[in-house]
T-cell receptor, first 109, second 116 residues
Framework: AQTVTQSQPEMSVQEAETVTLSCTYDTSENNYYLFWYKQPPSRQMILVIRQEAYKQQNATENRFSVNFQKAAKSFSLKISDSQLGDTAMYFCAFDGLTFGKGTHLIIQP | EAGVAQSPRYKIIEKRQSVAFWCNPISGHATLYWYQQILGQGPKLLIQ????????DSQLPKDRFSAERLKGVDSTLKIQPAKLEDSAVYLC??????????????FGPGTRLTVT
């Protein structure tokens, strides 16, 4: 069975700063997808970014990028130029089915 | 495009009562998921349907939870009888995925269940 670990329960940064959220996972599979989902307060969970394990190039979506280290089984999310609207719970997910416990990210004005 | 719909949004029941949740996925999505999200934790997959067949229900407490997806569209999740530890948000999600990998899931707003 796969496991996903997010070691930072909560993080707080100032607006416009860059922040990195950590995620490690355990699997014996070789081909898989990894995801970061965002869950704003009282709002629906939405996809932030996904990474295919067979692709060496790190995925990027505007201000969001990942650092995927397959051998280390690490999948961190970097948010550049953070905005107040980035305040949310962020969940790392393996194959979209196994989720970590989440990191509560707070962007301070 | 309409999103994933869930009802009710909130439900309060007493322990040992029964409750049912409804989900309507995005039109054309073959795969439907039910998750349980306990406060302070990530979502835990309860059951995954592909069309109207069950793909994975290994984490569904089958002595009290049941789910069905008739005609491969809408789905209901039932708890009978409820326990205090069932208090959680129940999330429904859907995706186009029909193969091995889940590419992207679209989540509904969830149903917040409180068992007293």
């Amino acid at each position: 069975a796969q496991t996903v670990t997010q070691s930072q329960p909560e993080m707080s940064v100032q607006e416009a700063e860059t922040v990195t959220l950590s995620c490690t996972y355990d699997t014996s599979e070789n081909n898989y997808y990894l995801f970061w989902y965002k869950q704003p307060p009282s709002r629906q969970m939405i996809l932030v970014i996904r990474q295919e394990a067979y692709k060496q190039q790190n995925a990027t979506e505007n201000r969001f990028s990942v650092n995927f280290q397959k051998a280390a089984k690490s999948f961190s999310l970097k948010i550049s130029d953070s905005q107040l609207g980035d305040t949310a719970m962020y969940f790392c997910a393996f194959d979209g089915l196994t989720f970590g416990k989440g990191t509560h990210l707070i962007i301070q004005p | 495009e309409a999103g994933v719909a869930q009802s009710p949004r909130y439900k309060i029941i007493e322990k040992r009562q029964s409750v049912a949740f409804w989900c309507n996925p995005i039109s054309g999505h073959a795969t439907l998921y039910w998750y349980q999200q306990i406060l302070g934790q990530g979502p835990k997959l309860l059951i995954q349907f592909q069309n109207n067949g069950v793909v994975d229900d290994s984490q569904l407490p089958k002595d009290r939870f049941s789910a069905e997806r008739l005609k491969g569209v809408d789905s209901t999740l039932k708890i009978q009888p409820a326990k205090l530890e069932d208090s959680a948000v129940y999330l429904c999600a859907s995706s186009f995925a029909t193969g091995t990998f889940t590419i992207e899931q679209y989540f509904g707003p969830g149903t917040r269940l409180t068992v007293t």
